[in-house]
């Protein structure tokens, strides 16, 4: 019934990593699990059974979702407020930094001799563990850095004296 739009706005929102990054975490996550050695697999499934070949592409996964933090919650969940309905523009993961990456890691993998593609791959998978730690970093430093520099709306606003 009101004249204006408005819209449920959650409390807080998490910080979310620029989209080049998310880009380059999806490049990262699939190009991982496109190239994952042969080896690899086989002595998993010889050592621990074939199950276990599961937990890799899991791992990759909760990697990505560790460093990118996808929203859980559709608008209007969730403890928030209402405010006047705005256009947010989507922003969409940045494709040029998923196909690079994705490409880099790919090539790197397939043109090394057959020797050197598992430890290839493993040094791009301590990179993007590496890249999750930074991105949890990141974010623990923004949102501090929210915490300590947005006025509490809760506190008494100070007063002028004349």
Same mark, same amino acid.
């Given at each position: 019934m009101?004249?204006?739009?408005?819209?449920?706005?959650?409390?807080?929102?998490?910080?979310?990593?620029? $989209?080049g990054?998310q880009?380059?975490?999806?490049g990262? #996550?699939?190009?991982?699990?496109?190239?994952?050695?042969?080896?690899?697999?086989?002595?998993?499934?010889?050592?621990?059974?074939?199950? /276990?070949?599961?937990l890799?592409?899991?791992?990759?996964?909760?990697?990505?979702?560790?460093?990118?933090?996808?929203?859980?919650q559709g608008p209007?969940?969730g403890t928030?407020h /209402?405010?006047? #309905?705005?256009?947010q523009? /989507?922003?969409k993961?940045? /494709?040029w930094?998923l $196909?690079?990456?994705?490409v880099?890691i790919?090539? $790197?993998?397939r043109?090394?001799?057959?020797? #050197?593609?598992?430890?290839?791959?493993?040094?791009?998978?301590?990179?993007?563990?590496?890249?999750?730690?930074?991105a949890?970093v990141?974010?623990? $430093?923004?949102?501090?850095?929210?915490?300590?520099?947005?006025?509490?709306? #809760?506190a008494? !606003?100070?007063?002028r004296l !004349?």
């Amino acid at each position: 019934m009101c004249k204006e739009t408005l819209q449920w706005k959650r409390d807080p929102e998490p910080a979310q990593l620029p $989209s080049g990054l998310q880009g380059i975490a999806i490049g990262i #996550a699939w190009a991982l699990y496109v190239t994952i050695p042969t080896p690899l697999l086989q002595w998993i499934k010889e050592h621990m059974g074939k199950w /276990f070949a599961v937990l890799i592409p899991l791992l990759l996964l909760a990697m990505f979702v560790i460093a990118v933090r996808p929203t859980i919650q559709g608008p209007g969940r969730g403890t928030g407020h /209402f405010v006047l #309905a705005q256009p947010q523009p /989507f922003q969409k993961h940045k /494709f040029w930094a998923l $196909s690079i990456i994705g490409v880099a890691i790919m090539a $790197s993998i397939r043109t090394a001799p057959q020797a #050197a593609q598992l430890p290839l791959w493993c040094a791009w998978l301590g990179l993007a563990a590496a890249g999750c730690l930074t991105a949890v970093v990141w974010r623990r $430093s923004v949102e501090r850095h929210k915490r300590l520099y947005t006025p509490d709306p #809760a506190a008494p !606003s100070p007063t002028r004296l !004349s």
